[in-house]
């Protein structure tokens, strides 16, 4: 018998998260090892854990308070690039599936989906590398790709504008320098939410997911 792939779940509505923690628990696949209420509960409750007792996969919500899921997924990508995402939301519309898909998701799925489908999707995940997306999700997705291939060809080209701020491109060749958000925050006395902030803004305006994508693209153009 194979051995209960550990996951976390985010999200604002305690009656949700339980009712969904009740129910993957009945599972012989899935082990729910905590709630998180927002994505700064996700992170803190984190920080607290030995590697071994980290969660495999998160599902994320989108629309929470002091920090959303978009943003989560944006930090925690970078802290824990070997935890996978799927965002679990009631959101079906093209930009938050964009955005959710440039902060690092690995999934989509929708709050009806049933209990079976939602299962499967976290074992696909693990054992696959798959991308489960929710079926309205798949076809909103095809069409967002279709959509958005001039803009990706934008972005390859060298005459591509990203307007960075000076603040950003200060951050940006720390990041290159190698320094962590905290000596970031630290070298600048700002503060390491601040920090957070800026390398969101930074990832956004250069269509990049992770740290080593900005850096590529800063040694490309030789900012630096």
Aim: negative net charge; charged residues 30%; aromatic residues 6%.
């Amino acid at each position: 018998m194979m051995k209960k792939i550990p996951i976390a779940i985010v999200d604002d509505k305690r009656l949700l998260r339980n009712s969904l923690k009740e129910q993957l628990n009945f599972s012989d696949d899935v082990d729910v090892l905590f709630l998180a209420e927002d994505g700064a509960d996700f992170l803190q409750q984190m920080e607290k854990l030995n590697i071994e007792k980290r969660p495999l996969v998160v599902m994320m919500d989108i629309e929470m308070p002091r920090m959303d899921g978009l943003e989560t997924v944006l930090i925690a990508k970078e802290i824990y690039p070997d935890v996978q995402f799927i965002m679990l939301t009631v959101f079906d519309d093209e930009d938050k599936i964009f955005e959710a898909i440039k902060a690092g998701a690995c999934g989509y799925l929708l709050k009806d989906e049933k209990i079976s489908v939602i299962i499967k999707s976290i074992k696909s995940v693990v054992e696959d590398g798959a991308v489960p997306m929710s079926a309205i999700i798949a076809r909103k997705t095809l069409n967002l790709v279709k959509l958005q291939t001039p803009l990706v060809k934008d972005v390859l080209t060298e005459e591509f504008d990203y307007q960075l701020s000076i603040r950003e491109m200060s951050i940006l060749e720390l990041i290159v320098d190698g320094l962590n958000y905290n000596e970031i925050a630290e070298k600048l006395f700002i503060s390491p939410h601040t920090v957070r902030k800026h390398i969101s803004n930074i990832y956004d305006k250069l269509h990049v997911s992770n740290k080593t994508a900005a850096i590529k693209i800063a040694l490309k153009k030789k900012w630096f």
